[in-house]
């Protein structure tokens, strides 16, 4: 028996239909040679080389925000944190293509609030909407007197580098539901700036 | 001018604490969308937020949705389980299909295959 049975050509496995996601067939890894298609580019590659699913936010980021919103003891497999991350990467998609798309019907270039909001409503988000209006309120507040911040300003400096600090409630938050009578606390973390910009890999 | 203006390094920094993603990767995946020309400051801001609150989301409801296999723990298959189940998160079914080891795959082709062969 030959124990070279990881092969990701799909034509050679006769996968079909419900196996396959975008042209890829996900294998548990059995050995680390690099099947999985995470961030797959070149070293040094530029971004226009990433095809629009491959670019995710950074997985520490990620992790951190689900270790915060599920029970202290509670763990997260590795794969589950990889999974969300590209996960983010689709709502974010999901949510901008409807965006756009209104505001092309309105004969408008640039996607504002309302869009993103309206969107959420649409695409069955709408448990979001309050909640984000109120930090909406706060973001709009906070800037205020700031000339000429892009808000790509405020976010530029917040690197990839997390530490273990505590975190402090911000802000009264809203509630969001999952539509089974359990509450999902909202709440904000404190961000520290940190100089340098690092990857941290959560095991 | 010598003097600080705390004012407004606070305000800065107040807006900085509303968020805890990287606006500018944000940003980056919304550009890759098709025709999408430009985004404005709120639209960026509504949406890392909402993102922020989409991994809560999602984490807790598929963490408390489990298998029931780990009790306390979230995996791939409590992923997959609650995007299937719940209407909301429905869109990631396409993304999150069912894994199985290669192995186990090609055993069963073989078994199939074996079928076949007694005609």
């Given at each position: 028996?030959?124990?070279?049975?990881?092969?990701?050509?799909?034509?050679?496995?006769?996968?079909?239909?419900?196996?396959?996601?975008?042209?890829?067939?996900?294998?548990?890894?059995?050995?680390?040679?690099?099947?999985?298609?995470?961030?797959?580019?070149?070293?040094?590659?530029?971004?226009?080389?990433?095809?629009?699913?491959?670019?995710?936010?950074?997985?520490?980021?990620?992790?951190?925000?689900?270790?915060?919103?599920?029970?202290?003891?509670?763990?997260?497999?590795?794969?589950?944190?990889?999974?969300?991350?590209?996960?983010?990467?689709?709502?974010?998609?999901?949510?901008?293509?409807?965006?756009?798309?209104?505001?092309?019907?309105?004969?408008?270039?640039?996607?504002?609030?309302?869009?993103?909001?309206?969107?959420?409503?649409?695409?069955?988000?709408?448990?979001?909407?309050?909640?984000?209006?109120?930090?909406l309120q706060k973001f709009r507040e906070a800037m205020k007197g700031e000339k000429g911040i892009a808000g790509v300003a405020v976010g530029e400096s917040l690197g990839?580098?997390?530490?273990?600090?505590?975190?402090?409630?911000?802000?009264?938050?809203?509630?969001?539901?999952?539509?089974?009578?359990?509450?999902?606390?909202?709440?904000?973390?404190?961000?520290?700036?940190?100089?340098?910009?690092?990857?941290?890999?959560?095991? | 001018?010598?003097?600080?203006?705390?004012?407004?390094?606070?305000?800065?920094?107040?807006?900085?604490?509303?968020?805890?993603?990287?606006?500018?990767?944000?940003?980056?995946?919304?550009?890759?969308?098709?025709?999408?020309?430009?985004?404005?400051?709120?639209?960026?801001?509504?949406?890392?937020?909402?993102?922020?609150?989409?991994?809560?989301?999602?984490?807790?409801?598929?963490?408390?949705?489990?298998?029931?296999?780990?009790?306390?723990?979230?995996?791939?298959?409590?992923?997959?389980?609650?995007?299937?189940?719940?209407?909301t998160f429905h869109f990631l079914t396409d993304i999150l299909p069912k894994k199985i080891l290669a192995r186990d795959y090609l055993e069963s082709l073989e078994q199939l295959q074996d079928e076949d062969a007694d005609f």
């Amino acid at each position: 028996m030959d124990g070279d049975s990881s092969t990701t050509d799909a034509s050679q496995l006769g996968i079909t239909g419900e196996y396959m996601a975008s042209g890829h067939y996900v294998l548990q890894p059995q050995d680390d040679d690099g099947e999985e298609n995470m961030n797959d580019h070149e070293d040094g590659g530029t971004k226009e080389n990433y095809r629009e699913q491959d670019i995710y936010l950074p997985i520490a980021n990620v992790a951190r925000i689900m270790k915060n919103a599920v029970p202290q003891t509670g763990k997260i497999a590795k794969d589950a944190k990889e999974c969300v991350q590209e996960c983010v990467s689709e709502f974010i998609s999901f949510i901008t293509s409807e965006a756009s798309e209104r505001c092309h019907q309105e004969k408008r270039k640039t996607i504002n609030g309302e869009d993103i909001l309206f969107a959420m409503s649409t695409l069955g988000f709408d448990m979001y909407v309050d909640p984000l209006k109120l930090y909406l309120q706060k973001f709009r507040e906070a800037m205020k007197g700031e000339k000429g911040i892009a808000g790509v300003a405020v976010g530029e400096s917040l690197g990839e580098d997390l530490t273990e600090d505590s975190f402090t409630n911000q802000l009264p938050t809203g509630i969001i539901t999952d539509g089974q009578q359990q509450n999902v606390m909202v709440y904000t973390t404190s961000y520290q700036q940190i100089p340098t910009v690092q990857q941290i890999q959560f095991s | 001018m010598a003097q600080t203006n705390p004012g407004k390094d606070s305000q800065a920094s107040e807006a900085k604490k509303l968020i805890s993603l990287p606006t500018s990767r944000v940003r980056l995946i919304m550009k890759s969308s098709p025709d999408v020309s430009s985004i404005n400051q709120d639209a960026l801001f509504l949406t890392t937020k909402a993102t922020e609150l989409f991994v809560q989301h999602l984490a807790l409801t598929s963490f408390n949705n489990g298998s029931g296999r780990e009790a306390n723990s979230l995996d791939y298959s409590d992923l997959a389980k609650t995007a299937e189940e719940t209407d909301t998160f429905h869109f990631l079914t396409d993304i999150l299909p069912k894994k199985i080891l290669a192995r186990d795959y090609l055993e069963s082709l073989e078994q199939l295959q074996d079928e076949d062969a007694d005609f």
